[in-house]
RNA sequence: CGGGGUGUAGUUCAUCGGUAGAACGCCCGCUUUGGGAGCGGGAAGCAGCAGGUCCAAUUCCUGUCACCCCGACCA
């Protein structure tokens, strides 16, 4: 390709727009320009590089014996309705109609799809399992779109579909497929953690963010370094027991004229905040009220609490509210509390004894609160927000890390099979049975931005060798006389034989300096330079990631590039 | 959706009641070619949009839209 007739242009400037260095080189190297919010033009160059990505993955995915296809991108509304998905996805869903007024919806993700499509056929435990997978433009109408490709509102991704005729079916597929994703993020140059995390209604151990640990990242989570490394949402710790070797004591209300708040509680007892209990009132979806809990020293994971209580969404209770319930802000406490109330209880509540609290009146404080003797919980369940330095089940401290979670992997279990109707295979008994599924995905512009992300310096992007847009960027200088005009455009054939990607800077009117900065900017791993000082069968050769130039000959530069 | 910010040439920014300016980029010419070259010439703008105030609005006011950042949200 020859770079004077190359579409997109390198700029010296950064778009005031662009926070971070994977936008402002992107951008400025030419590979994207934006649209509107969120939706996104990949230029000639910024494609070469996601069809590579995308090359990768198709070929990991093969490996691993799934089967490519494509699903509609306009999905009908009615499948999302069979499993009561369209108010209930967290991003918000597009929809259109067509001229019959049928409705369809934008797709976000395709689980209903592949369920529909697989019912569509006459299953047989025999042709369990399979993995079905598709690149497809993804449409989000997310709330905010955010730097740059970092978070977007269209974008193509892999989704892949497994099902199976069991859990521990499943379970082998998904153990490939953590390891057929941590070899394509090798592949691709991205160092992934492994990250336990959240998959809203199903729980469980199956679930998995791979997160490329950067300051830029949205994803937060926690991990030892010695295996364990999980979400915020999920991740669970050890806590010590405090003071269970005391006496449990007759249950006392005393006046407590205080603040509101923990610290208010500390002061006027002049007891540990581990000792108080911290006890949160929420709100589910349909207005019944939740309270929460905790070790006084401990923050409620609204993540956590929201799964144990089955609700779908959380808010905090408002102060009328929490009165209408008989209870005060700042004075709340399970003992007592009405019957509307469900209440939740850490499992830190197990390692105190004689804890203090609200007593539901203004000024009012019990101590000596004691859990079954002098209050219940409705559920007992670990709803507590890990933080850095606490214990993880490895005894070791964990680490908060940000990253960005450029893929992962679900089970789904029977989810969709038992809401759609006729989701089911014959097994060897006879009967029909719904099946067990898994899903996983990969996003490619954003795994294109982490890549760039990780590897650039204050010139310009650094493509690791497997996606860079070319394998060599042939900078002709001098290019006025004939002679070294022919050696550089002969080379450029003679790599181009070889089946080596040449992007050759054929500009005659431009700078050397020009040349090379725009050689640095887009980031090409090998820089060939022909000019007057390269005479006889000499190149002259520079690797982006280095500062050394050397002189070879072509062949050598064959042998080296293969 | 809440908070903050910005909209002026392709880009980065000036001008701030009197009707628009620079640099970079782009085009033409000449000179140049090893780290973003020089000189000369040129094209390029409904100052986001709509209202209002004013003799006069890019400038002040109101609304609206778009974009960016923080938060909420995020299979």
């Not at 927000?385 to 279990?413: C, D, M, R, T």
């Not at 431009?510 to 060939?528: E, H, M, N, Y």
Request: charged share 30%.
């Amino acid at each position: 390709m020859k770079y004077s007739k190359l579409f997109g242009k390198t700029i010296k400037e950064t778009p005031k727009d662009a926070t971070l260095v994977s936008h402002q080189l992107l951008y400025r190297a030419g590979f994207i320009r934006e649209s509107v919010a969120g939706r996104y033009y990949f230029l000639p160059l910024g494609l070469r590089v996601h069809e590579k990505i995308q090359q990768i993955i198709r070929q990991e995915m093969n490996k691993a014996g799934a089967q490519e296809m494509t699903t509609p991108v306009l999905h009908p509304k009615h499948l999302w309705e069979e499993t009561n998905r369209t108010n209930s996805v967290g991003f918000e869903l597009m929809s259109i109609k067509d001229r019959q007024e049928m409705e369809f919806v934008l797709g976000g993700t395709a689980e209903e799809m592949l369920v529909d499509l697989v019912r569509k056929f006459q299953i047989s435990y025999k042709d369990l399992p399979f993995n079905l997978y598709q690149f497809s433009t993804k449409f989000r109408d997310e709330a905010r779109a955010r730097g740059g490709l970092l978070r977007l509102r269209e974008f193509v991704m892999k989704d892949a579909y497994s099902f199976h005729t069991s859990e521990e079916d499943f379970k082998k597929e998904y153990e490939s497929m953590k390891a057929t994703y941590t070899r394509i993020f090798q592949h691709l140059g991205l160092k992934t953690d492994i990250v336990e995390s959240d998959n809203g209604y199903i729980g469980g151990e199956y679930c998995h963010e791979f997160v490329v640990e950067s300051e830029i990242g949205e994803s937060r989570y926690l991990t030892d370094n010695e295996g364990y490394s999980a979400h915020e949402d999920v991740a669970v710790f050890e806590f010590e027991n405090k003071n269970l070797d005391e006496e449990e004591k007759q249950m006392v209300e005393v006046d407590a004229v205080r603040g509101p708040t923990m610290e208010d509680g500390v002061k006027l007892h002049n007891l540990p905040l581990w000792q108080q209990m911290k006890d949160l009132m929420m709100v589910d979806e349909n207005g019944n009220f939740i309270l929460a809990v905790i070790r006084g020293d401990l923050e409620v994971n609204e993540v956590k609490l929201a799964h144990v209580a089955k609700a779908y969404r959380l808010r905090h209770a408002t102060v009328e509210e929490i009165r209408e319930l008989g209870s005060e802000p700042g004075f709340i406490s399970p003992v007592g509390l009405s019957d509307r109330v469900k209440v939740v209880g850490d499992l830190s509540l197990r390692t105190i004894k004689n804890a203090y609290t609200g007593a539901n009146k203004k000024h009012k404080d019990l101590l000596n609160v004691n859990i079954d003797k002098d209050y219940k919980v409705d559920i007992e369940a670990d709803i507590a927000l890990a933080k850095a330095g606490y214990i993880s089940k490895n005894h070791k401290p964990l680490i908060a890390k940000k990253g960005i979670e450029v893929g992962n992997i679900f089970q789904l279990g029977f989810h969709y099979s038992s809401k759609m109707t006729g989701a089911n295979f014959r097994d060897n008994d006879g009967l029909e049975k719904p099946y067990y599924m898994g899903c996983y995905g990969i996003g490619l512009a954003r795994t294109l931005a982490t890549i760039v992300e990780k590897f650039s310096d204050e010139k310009g992007i650094i493509w690791p060798k497997a996606v860079a847009p070319f394998k060599v960027h042939l900078i002709g200088l001098d290019l006025e006389g004939e002679s070294v005009k022919g050696k550089a455009e002969r080379i450029c054939n003679l790599l181009q034989a070889e089946d080596i990607e040449v992007l050759f800077d054929d500009r005659i009117d431009t700078s050397a300096g020009a040349k090379f900065a725009d050689s640095d900017l887009i980031g090409i791993p090998c820089r060939v330079v022909v000019s007057k000082k390269t005479e006889g069968d000499k190149l002259e050769i520079k690797k982006r990631s280095e500062k050394e130039t050397q002189f070879i000959s072509l062949k050598e530069l064959i042998d080296m590039l293969k």
